[in-house]
Every structure is written in C-alpha cells, then in structure tokens.
C-alpha cells in the first residue's frame, strides 16, 4: 500500500477543486480517502468513518456495489465506447433514454446526456437558444437565476450560479439575471413568510418586464438550493415562480443534480414535492450514484419537436454523451433504487434524518437548521438573537468538520454552513450515531 506520505508528495501535482490551494500545502490539511464500503469510508491509515456526504452527494445507494462493478465490467466487455453522435446510438444509451422518460414528470420525454452537471445546465441552455432560433426569437437567450445557486463551474453554469462564487465576472455573464435568494430566515426580516413569497414573486415580474420576456429563454432554480448552503424557499414558491415563467412564455428549468435520484423520497422532486412541471430536468450525480460520471437534461416533448424539427442540424455534442459503461452503471443504479424501495424508504429514514438533526437547533452554536430528508445543513451563528456571522477567518465550519472527521464522521463545511448528505442507505442507529458525533463536535467549537 502507498504510504501516506508519498500520496501527498504525489498530491502536489493535483490542483484540488474549490480549496484553499495554499492552505492545502500545510503538512495534514488533506485527507486521503483510501477504501469505501457501504455507508462508510476509509481513510490511507484504516480509519472507518460514516460518509456523511456522499462522496459529493452523489453515492446514493451505497459504496462497493458488486452489481454496480458487475454491469459496469459487463458492459466494457460487451462496448467499452461508442459515440452517439451522428446516425450513431448503441443499446445502452437508447435503454436508459427510455428509463428516464418513463421516470420524468409530465411530458418530460427526451434525453440529452453529458458526463457532469456543469455539462447539463449549459446544455439546457443551448438546447432552449437552438429552439428559440428555430422558433424565430434570435434574442431570446438570457437566464434568470438566483442568488446562492450552485449549478457549475464551465463559463455558462458559472455564470448562472450566484456571482459570489465567479468573484463578479464570467463569459457569459451578460447572459444572466440573478433575483434574490429565497432563504426566509436571513432574507425575510420583518415579514410574514406569504409576504416574503410575495415580494419574490414580485421581484421575479419586475424583473422580467424589465429585461422583456422577449430577450428570457429561462428561469433555472435547484428545488433546495445545495452548495449555496441547503436553502429551502417558503412553500409554494416554485409553483408560483412557474406560474409566472409560463405566463411570459420562460421556460422553467429545475438543477435536480442534487435532488433527485431518492434523496428528497423521489426519483424526482420538482413534481413530487415541489408541485411543479419543468420543461427541462437537469440531473446527475445520484444518476449514476457517483459510479461513473454522467448527467441527464431531460426536455418536454415541446422543445423535443422544435429542436429535431425539418430545417437543421442540432449543433451540440460531447463525446462522452451516453457513455456505454455510464449508462449501464445508471440502468444498475436505477434497478437497484426500484428492486430496494430506496427514495420510498428515505421517506421515512430521511425524515427521521431531518427531525434528529431540527434537534440539534438547542445547542448555542447553531442558528439553523434546514434542509430536508437527507440534504441538510446547519448554520453556525456568533449570536443567536441577532443571526450575526462568525468571520470568515473563524473557519467555524472547518473546524466543527474537524471535529466530526476526529470522532468518525466525514461532513462537508461550507463557511459558516455544515453540510450533512448522506447515502441514503442510513438506518436509524447510524442516524443516532451521526447525531450523537454532530453534538459532541459542535459543543467542542462552541
Ligand atoms: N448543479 C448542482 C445543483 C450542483 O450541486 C452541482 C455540483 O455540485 C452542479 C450542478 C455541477 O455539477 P458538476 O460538478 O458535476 O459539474
């Protein structure tokens, strides 16, 4: 076995994603995840520690699936690549285009597929400025977005993700609108929760009457907000954000690469819980459960006949589009899902999840706790009464994240946001367990 010392003389050739670069130089800042099973990881010195992020909330059902390894293997032995560009298609990639169709809500019934959600969200994007081409409307290619949106890091997904992570400029910048963030607990003081809902909707039509609903492909919203720190909106404002976009002929594109695939008790949340029909589904991580990378822009059959319509080619292609070995690692994923019951049993373990950590809410430290089901996050306040920040330098999520990896808990900090997203195989005595690590840990910080 390599020792850890020379994983992380090798590591200093790796440019880490979303890190401190120069903190990561000092001696023991990284941790080398080495072995996984189950719900746990392992780092390179043996420790066993609940995954109590999935990986990147991506490995649903679980690590070390012999089933998953065994289809994968299968189907490199059977076509280990082939392109679906052109004329071309292959058996495994028309089977699962017809999996998620039969999975998709309303007339969701068309597949586009990448190998990450950057790559699905830019895809939406083009896939709605080819049919507003072809429909005739040139201009109609801005995005709204919101603040605290996460929905990647290619020059497009970045753009449309709160401008707090592009430090203010991207390519595509001009592209796009933000509209506020729907976090009622930070954003809402002074007002009812209705009222609040009011005053986004309200927001959302001036917005557009400003701009012009002409020059709107889309409005794009994650159903929670996830890497923005796990922010759910007041109740029924997706629905009521939808009802605008259709009213001003926007197009409603919801990022479930966090939501879906069982972690909010669906294989889809936009319907289910959120009581909408987009027009477009983004997905990915829990697609494959994080075997193989790939991602899903599932379009209504509306935008389908537009875009495959008689004058032109579909310009738009990616290699790695249908992957062979991705798509059988998600036909397995999605099997295994249905064989288990998982998104139904995560109806009940999820909510035991989610009530166990509200309970964390009596300790000092903490301000919030949100989220839902098996995305939660728990935000840590200097002063209760008046919601007032720890600085940035405090590293307050860091360090309760420490302090969690010490007693066999590997959670993700997120400044002064802990985020906890667990596979979704979690029974109640790990439930226990992980809440029992949360409060021992945020007690030491405080
Ligand atoms: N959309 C959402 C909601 C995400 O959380 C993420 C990543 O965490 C992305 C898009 C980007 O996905 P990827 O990192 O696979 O490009």
């Given at each position: 076995m390599t020792s850890t010392a020379e994983i992380l003389a090798q590591d200093s050739h790796l440019i880490q994603s979303f890190a401190d670069l120069n903190a990561l130089k000092a001696q023991g800042a990284r941790t080398v995840i080495s072995r996984a099973e189950g719900a746990h990881v392992y780092d390179n010195e043996g420790h066993r520690m609940i995954d109590g992020i999935a990986g990147l909330w991506c490995v649903n059902i679980g690590h070390g699936r012999q089933e998953m390894i065994d289809a994968i293997t299968e189907q490199l032995r059977q076509l280990d690549y082939y392109s679906t560009f052109y004329n071309f298609t292959h058996p495994t990639a028309a089977a699962l285009s017809e999996k998620l169709a039969s999975l998709a809500p309303g007339d969701l019934n068309a597949v586009y597929f990448g190998n990450s959600g950057s790559v699905a969200n830019d895809s939406a994007i083009r896939i709605l400025h080819h049919y507003n081409i072809r429909k005739g409307r040139p201009n109609k290619l801005k995005v709204l977005s919101r603040h605290g949106a996460y929905h990647?890091?290619?020059?497009?997904?970045?753009?449309?993700t709160t401008p707090a992570y592009s430090e203010g400029w991207t390519a595509a910048s001009d592209l796009v609108h933000h509209l506020r963030a729907p976090h009622f607990w930070r954003e809402g003081e002074g007002m009812s929760e209705a009222e609040f809902l009011d005053a986004l909707a309200g927001e959302l039509t001036d917005s557009i009457e400003q701009i012009g609903a002409e020059n709107i492909c889309a409005f794009i919203a994650e159903p929670i907000q996830g890497a923005g720190g796990v922010i759910?909106?007041?109740?029924?404002?997706?629905?009521?954000?939808?009802e605008i976009c259709r009213a001003n002929d926007i197009k409603y594109i919801a990022d479930e690469v966090v939501t879906a695939f069982g972690r909010l008790g669906h294989f889809f949340a936009s319907e289910a819980v959120f009581d909408t029909t987009p027009d477009i589904i983004n997905t990915a991580k829990g697609l494959t459960s994080g075997y193989q990378p790939m991602s899903a822009t599932i379009v209504s059959d509306e935008i389908h006949d537009v875009i495959s319509g008689p004058d032109g080619m579909f310009l738009h292609g990616m290699n790695y589009s249908g992957h062979p070995a991705a798509a059988a690692a998600a036909l397995t994923n999605i099997a295994i899902m249905e064989r288990e019951g998982i998104p139904e049993r995560v109806r009940t373990t999820g909510a035991y999840f989610e009530r166990k950590l509200r309970g964390l809410a009596d300790l000092e430290?903490?301000?919030?706790?949100?989220?839902?089901?098996?995305?939660?996050?728990?935000?840590?306040?200097?002063d209760r009464a008046t919601k007032a920040s720890h600085p940035a330098e405090a590293e307050v999520g860091l360090k309760v994240a420490r302090?969690?990896?010490?007693?066999?808990?590997?959670?993700r900090p997120l400044g002064n946001v802990l985020i906890l997203s667990p596979t979704l195989i979690m029974d109640e005595p790990m439930i226990d367990e992980i809440e029992g690590i949360l409060r021992e840990a945020i007690t030491e910080i405080a």
């Open positions: 990647g890091s290619t020059h497009l997904a970045m753009a449309i759910t909106a007041p109740a029924g404002y997706h629905r009521r954000m939808q430290l903490v301000g919030e706790v949100r989220g839902s089901h098996f995305m939660m996050g728990i935000e840590f306040v200097k302090a969690c990896q010490k007693r066999g808990l590997v959670a």
